[in-house]
Structures are given as structure tokens and as C-alpha cells.
């Protein structure tokens, strides 16, 4: 194309990568164990390289910067990534989404921002029992992301949760965003992944058999107010509910309620 038909590509959100190779070793890795060792040998982005993307973002005026990656990664290179973001003065939406291991500073990290409306944390959590740890495969992540999502919301974050959910841990959605509701996050998100039609043949289970995803769960709501979202079977709702459906943030910034079964850290302990 010539160089004055160029079209003008306009972007405002980038997610950079503190560590884009994870260990390859999770029982549901997607990745084919014949090359695992060639990712495995790739080199992971230097600090250097992410303050030249930030000095781009800057640049280019971006209105939110997504930080995926581990947990050891982030030690190195994330509060000097989140302190060139404040301090850019670009009022820049800055997500974090931490392993939950426990050794990202959450405090230290909230202490940047002077409006702490502008982070977001997005934790991963698999089920509402301990017994979900194997299927992340790091003994002690279950209890270690509740207890960094209560400090993040105690410290005035937004916080977010995704649950990736399988045929093994589907039966613990509604637990699982029961769960957090208790602890007052602001977004729960669910992320589907299940394997092929063949697949799901060859290990002898049909879909006819998997639970269904979508009565147990409240739906979206369009506007609330502190309440628990309806839980009323989807055909009594009428046209209270104008949500998009499954996939989309379910908003759970809810107050204690008498229907509400009563969970704490405490239980994940």
C-alpha cells in the first residue's frame, strides 16, 4: 500500500506480559509435551523492554494497560512498571492480574495510586474448595488469593475475579461466586474451556452429561444497588434483566444479606 493510503490504527488498551512462558507443568496445559522444552528455552521480556512499552503507551496517550504474569516476574520488574504508569500523569486504567501466590505486595503496589479506582486486580480462582489447589497445580494458591483479594479490597482497589471452569470444576460456579461475594469483590467472570466434541468422546462422557452453566448462576443486572443479584429461574424474570448473558462481568459489589449463606477466609484457612 502506498505510504499515503496508510490507514491510521487507533488503540487505547495494551496488555504486556511480565512473564509471557509459564513452567509448562499443570495437568491441563494445552501445550503438546513435545514442546514444552523449546518454549521452555525462550527468554522472557526484560525490564528494559517494558519501560520502552510504557514509554510508548505514554506516547500514545493509551487510557489502560493490562500487566498479566507471574508472580516471581513481577517482583522485578511490576512496581517500577506501575510507578512509570502513575507517574506519566495520563490517568491510565492499570490491571493487574497477579498469580495469587502471595508474593506480589498488594499494599505497597495500592499505596502508588492516589485514586485507587484506576487499579484493578484480577485474580484467578478454579473452585470454592481447598480440594481445587490440584488443578492449578501450587498447593496453597486456593487460600492464598482469598486472602490477597480481602486486602485488596480493603486497601480500596477494584478487584476482579475469572474462574476457568472445566468439566471437573463446573459444580462449583455458584459456590465459588458466593464465595466472593462475602468478601466484596467487583466483578466475577467466567471463562469456559472444555475440550472437543472428540475429545469428549474418546474419554467415554457425552455433553448430554455435563451440568448446565447457566440456571444456577445470576444473571447481569443492568443497574444494582447493593443487592444480591436475582436469583429468580430465568423465565419469572422477564425483562428485569437486559444482560448479555454468560461470559460477560457479573457484578457482585453486594452487602451482607439474610438469604446470603454466611462464608469467610476463614473456611478457606
Known sequence: MPRDNLLLI???HVRICASLYCNLHCAHCYVPEEYRDQYKRLMEPSQFSLEEMMTLICRY????VSV???????NIVLLGVVAIVHASKQGLQVQLN??????VPIADVISIFD???????QFRIDGANRETDRFRGRPGVYASVLRQMFGAVNGGALVRARMTVNRHNLSESLDAYLLLSSIGIDAFRIKP???????IRQLGCS???LPSLLPPLPRARSSYNGR???????????KSCNSPGLGKELPINITRCAEQPHVSLADAA
Open 115 to 121: 485514586d485507587r479506582e484506576r487499579l484493578t486486580f
Open 10 to 12: 487507533v488503540f487505547d
Open 193 to 199: 474451556m472444555f475440550a472437543s466434541r472428540r475429545r
Open 61 to 64: 496517550c493509551l487510557r489502560k
Open 228 to 238: 444480591l443479584p436475582d436469583r429468580r429461574p430465568l423465565a419469572e424474570r422477564g
Open 98 to 103: 497477579p498469580g495469587g501466590l502471595g508474593q
Open 207 to 209: 455433553f448430554a452429561a
Open 68 to 74: 498479566p504474569g507471574g508472580e516471581t516476574p513481577f
